[in-house]
């Protein structure tokens, strides 16, 4: 349904629009040092983005908007970085991108609990994708990839392996993320 997008955004644009593209916000969360801000900035290189002009007055900061041509529709994706722990309960997102460190089991745990606390205390019923990041620490990998798709699959999290550093499936992460955000709002009829 319509409700689902945060009143903020002003939610979708009617269905088959042919102009606006819809508004919607992605919340990066997890530990420091992770890669948040490392994904945004690749995010904003994408191969997927469109030819919307994000430089209108609505665009707050174009640094962590990016809009992103999926199936033939166009969306403008703002990034929030690490709204503060406090804050989470209250932030106004679309979708949540969570983020660890595969070389840092520390992280991990973070970051399965912060899924615990959308899905369970605040019930959140909004796309998760939880993001495995620094895949290209093969070496000094901790987490496997076998034990965080069932923690995904879990909490009905999508799971994604990046390497912001390499930009290794950062496109893929970020056409994910979209893809989460339009199935919670159409899911297709079976
Ligand atoms: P944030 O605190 O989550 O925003 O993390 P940053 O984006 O600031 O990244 C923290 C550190 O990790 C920086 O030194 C980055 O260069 C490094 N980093 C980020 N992503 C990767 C990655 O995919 N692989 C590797 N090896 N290092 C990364
Ligand atoms: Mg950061």
């Given at each position: 349904t319509l409700s689902v997008a945060s009143e903020e955004s002003g939610?979708?644009?009617?269905?088959?629009?042919?102009c606006a593209p819809s508004y919607f916000r992605v919340a990066l969360l997890g530990a420091?040092?992770?890669?948040k801000s490392a994904l945004i900035r690749q995010f904003m290189t994408?191969?997927?983005?469109?030819?919307?002009?994000?430089?209108?007055?609505?665009?707050?900061d174009p640094e962590t908007t990016v809009s992103v041509l999926l199936d033939g529709e166009e969306s403008m994706i703002e990034f929030v970085d690490e709204p503060n722990e406090n804050e989470l309960d209250n932030v106004r997102a679309?979708?949540?991108?969570v983020v660890f460190s595969l070389a840092d089991v520390a992280s991990y745990t973070t970051a399965i609990s912060i899924v615990r606390h959308l899905r369970v205390d605040l019930c959140s019923d909004r796309a998760i994708v939880l993001v495995g990041n620094k895949v290209d620490l093969a070496r000094q990998r901790r987490v496997s990839s076998r034990d965080a798709r069932l923690i995904a699959m879990k909490y009905d999290c999508k799971y994604e392996e990046t390497s912001a550093a390499l930009n290794h499936r950062v496109d893929e992460l970020l056409v994910g993320i979209l893809s989460q955000i339009r199935l919670k709002l159409a899911p297709p009829s079976s």
């Open positions: 939610g979708v644009s009617g269905t088959g629009s042919c420091a040092g992770v890669g994408s191969e997927y983005k469109g030819t919307f002009d994000i430089a209108t007055p609505d665009a707050e679309d979708a949540f991108a």
